[in-house]
């Protein structure tokens, strides 16, 4: 950050300190003065952990790369500091202390003084030691409010910035797939419109902080064959370019990135890390992205061991850079001696290096990293005594009452009632049966990304940092009069059936059974949701769907709650459960909101972002489907879904009326204008969430059934109605045409105002008239909705 007191700069201020000068210029000059291996060295990271006693920070030793000697690369500088806050527990005051004392060691030891770019994870909260865990992105998803989500991102960038670190590798953009794939649950859903305006949002917050947002993975990671992590993509180019790469397309342009990070994946053969058409040709000639392309990490590495595309370190290095990767992370492996190698003996140009150093120090000077007066003094340590470390210890707060608050309001949006014969809300119980593996577990709550299921699990002997109430302290805490008992019944995921009887035992002695099934968030195999831990089918994990039956089988009323990464099949439960309330690793206030659902101190109003399969072999499937794709006399396997995309219930009802066609008529340039009239009918204050679809019913290439294209918030009193109008843009039924390019094509078209995408309420048969009309990135995305007087 720069300092707050301006340095004067003298004639002898080097031209790429002088802030006077243009951005361009000054990198212009720096490049101009540097040796290749200064270059190179802005090119790459070194994974560090800071030092909880404030100390410099360390390399840190993955059992995928060789050890790093920082003291013998300083001299000729350093692009990224890799996690200095999230490979290790550390307090945050003295991990912002030993950020600012390892880059004052950066800045002398190169001849530039040019100090690094610290990047973290921020995937759901900042993820570090005594940070908020925030709810998971797929939970952002499902409260369809990309204003609250930005918000969020607000708090995360300012925490981290408020402790000198300038890049988030967030959000993810990947539109699910395969629900099989254990990374659904850092996703925002299966809908590319709903990921891409949650997306932007993000992005925009994170970005409003000072802190570099990071698009994730571009492209085509979450199509991996089987739901299997890193596998490859089988994907034609229509689907890639109407379902993956529009949520990239409006987080670049509506939310300003100033970072992407390339796929794992190959897609049709071609890995994202050494295709050029992606990320250069689309991405930067076309997008007109300007900012970084950052490895996902070892991503360069793989395209030797991996992928088979490059015989040799240089080899790999010169594919990703001339394909358009600018920065290898997490470390330095093939951007260091091997690609200065491979420039010397003319097999990499050094023009291209020069083309990703300037991308990397424009970024540099943007973040002010090249001022004269940089400082690295974060603003959470400003004033301190920085040579009493164990003062600071405990200065800074991560996890503040207005973070805990947005988390709150994040995880009572997020919980989706899925279905309800009248049992919820609860009704001052005097018995409740509290059963299930995650009924009492404090992790319950938190997605593989979060700090402590991230790294603190490698460090037992370390608190959380976070206060992380167990659903049967929450439900406690809702229902004081109640009896509360709490079993286990069976593990998430390890098939022990001993303890089922007592859990039966249990639900018949109970007024109500409150069955706690779902997830445990992991990595690599620890989990039954995150990354590596994906599933060949999407049953509930272990003995689970065996405890849910026989509590059905008991007699008394089972409300079914999850707490989950992904959806999963029920079984019975789907039609046998009281009640169904699904919520996606909803963060440390989640707990708190399920029991406000349960009591109906909290409306509920969150809405499915993915699916819910009627049985646990149908994937991969999604709402997104074609005709051929839905259920059919010609097939036995039957896709459809327990509850639709969108699907959510509230503790009261509205009725949906009046709708007029304003304009009906469109040319392929135009729009077209609904109005409507959203009633609540019933006695309490909710939340409706107006859906719009579109139905193509006739394309010159095949078409989704419906897809999304529109959504609103809307929030009435009792007995209050509301009148909206909505604008339709021409440019929302484009869709890549045979020939490659989007197109608008005439024709008729079906508008569906929609509580979900199997429940259409009003709909619209409007007709686009005029020729075919070709539009690009630049064409509008969004349907725009407001209150008519």
């Known amino acids: 950050m720069t300092a707050n007191v301006a340095v004067e700069t003298t004639p002898e201020t080097p031209v790429w300190n002088d802030s006077a000068h243009d951005v361009d210029t000054r990198v212009t000059a720096l490049i101009d003065a540097m040796t290749l291996q200064e270059k190179l060295a802005q090119l790459y990271g070194v994974w560090v952990g800071a030092s909880d006693e404030g100390g410099e920070v360390a390399p840190h030793q993955h059992d995928m790369e060789e050890a790093v000697d920082l003291e013998a690369l300083l001299p000729a500088g350093l692009g990224q500091l890799t996690r200095p806050f999230g490979t290790a527990p550390v307090d945050p005051a003295l991990g912002a202390l030993s950020l600012l004392r390892t880059q004052r060691r950066i800045t002398a030891a190169n001849r530039f003084g040019i100090p690094a770019v610290a990047h973290e994870e921020c995937l759901a909260g900042f993820a570090t030691w005594g940070a908020t865990a925030y709810p998971v992105p797929l939970s952002w998803g499902a409260t369809f409010d990309p204003d609250l989500v930005r918000r969020m991102a607000a708090a995360i960038g300012r925490d981290m910035r408020s402790v000198g670190v300038h890049q988030g590798l967030a959000p993810v953009l990947d539109v699910v797939r395969d629900a099989r794939w254990g990374r659904v649950e850092e996703t925002i859903g299966e809908d590319p419109y709903l990921v ?21 993975h571009f492209a ?7 739901g299997r992590n890193l596998a490859p993509v089988g994907m034609g180019p229509r689907e890639r370019a109407d379902v993956l790469l529009p949520p990239f397309e409006m987080a670049v342009r509506e939310g300003g990135a100033r970072s992407v990070m390339h796929a794992y994946t190959d897609t049709d053969g071609v890995p994202s890390a050494a295709d050029e058409e992606l990320l250069t040709g689309l991405l930067r000639d076309t997008w007109g992205f300007d900012g970084t392309v950052v490895a996902d990490y070892f991503g360069i590495a793989f395209l030797r061991t991996l992928h088979g595309v490059a015989g040799d370190w240089a080899g790999a290095a010169g594919a990703a850079l001339r394909a358009g990767v600018d920065v290898e992370l997490p470390t330095v492996k093939t951007f260091g001696a091997p690609l200065a190698e491979a420039v010397a003996d003319g097999r990499v140009p050094e023009a291209v290096v020069d083309r990703a150093l300037r991308r990397v120090l424009t970024q540099k000077a943007r973040l002010g990293l090249l001022d004269a007066d940089f400082d690295p003094v974060p603003a959470a340590l400003a004033g301190a005594d920085l040579d009493d470390p164990e003062a600071l210890r405990g200065s800074v707060d991560l996890d503040s009452p207005a973070n805990r608050e947005l988390a709150r309001a994040i995880a009572e949006e997020a919980v989706v009632l899925l279905s309800n014969d009248g049992t919820l809300p609860l009704d001052r119980p005097r018995r409740i049966a ?4 995650n009924a009492d577990v404090p992790t319950a709550v938190l997605g593989c990304y979060s700090f402590p299921l991230h790294v603190g699990v490698h460090h037992p002997g370390v608190p959380d940092g976070i206060d992380l109430p167990t659903l049967r302290e929450a439900v406690a805490r809702e229902f004081p009069d109640a009896e509360v008992t709490v079993a286990r019944g069976t593990g998430v995921d390890d098939g022990d059936v001993s303890g089922i009887a007592e859990a039966v035992a249990a639900a018949r002695d109970a007024d109500v059974v409150l069955a706690v099934l779902g997830d445990r968030a992991g990595l690599f195999g620890r989990g039954t949701s995150g990354e590596g831990c994906d599933v060949e089918s999407l049953a509930l994990p272990g003995a689970q769907q065996r405890l849910l039956d026989e509590l059905l089988d008991a007699g008394t009323p089972v409300v079914t709650v999850l707490l989950a990464g992904r959806p999963y099949a029920l079984g019975r439960g789907v039609e046998e459960s009281a009640a169904i309330v699904q919520s ?3 963060g440390v206030e989640g707990t708190t909101a399920l029991a406000g659902v349960l009591s109906g101190r909290t409306n509920p109003s969150g809405r499915l972002p993915v699916s819910v399969p009627k ?7 999604t709402y997104l489907g074609a005709r051929l794709a839905q259920a059919s006399e010609v097939s036995s396997i039957d896709p459809t879904a327990a509850f639709g995309f969108g699907h959510g219930l509230s503790y009261t009802s509205f009725a949906w009326d009046d709708l007029a066609v304003e304009e009906a008529e469109a040319g392929t340039d135009g729009e077209f204008a609904l109005a409507f009239t959203v009633r609540n009918t019933g ?11 579109l139905h193509d019913p006739v394309a010159t290439v095949v078409q989704p059934v419906q897809r999304l294209v529109g959504y609103t918030r809307v929030p009435l009193a009792p007995g209050e109605a509301r009148r909206l109008r909505v604008t339709v843009p021409a440019d929302l039924a484009s869709f890549t045409g045979r020939d490659g390019r989007r197109v608008v094509e005439p024709g008729a078209l079906e508008l569906r105002l929609a509580a979900s995408s199997t429940d259409a309420r009003l709909t ?4 686009l008239t005029g020729p075919e009309r070709h539009v690009d990135h630049t064409r509008r995305f969004h349907a725009v909705f407001h209150p008519v007087p």
């Open 584 to 586: 996606f690793f909803p």
């Open 434 to 437: 509290l059963v299930g593996p």
């Open 220 to 226: 085509g990671y979450s199509a991996s064959r089987a």
């Open 196 to 216: 891409g305006s949650i997306g932007a949002a993000y992005v925009r917050g994170l970005e409003s902080a000072g802190v570099v947002a990071t698009l994730k």
């Open 683 to 693: 006695e309490r204050p909710g939340t409706e969430v107006v859906q719009l679809y």
């Open 615 to 621: 049985g646990p072999g149908s994937q991969p499937s």
């Open 764 to 767: 619209a048969t409007v007709t």
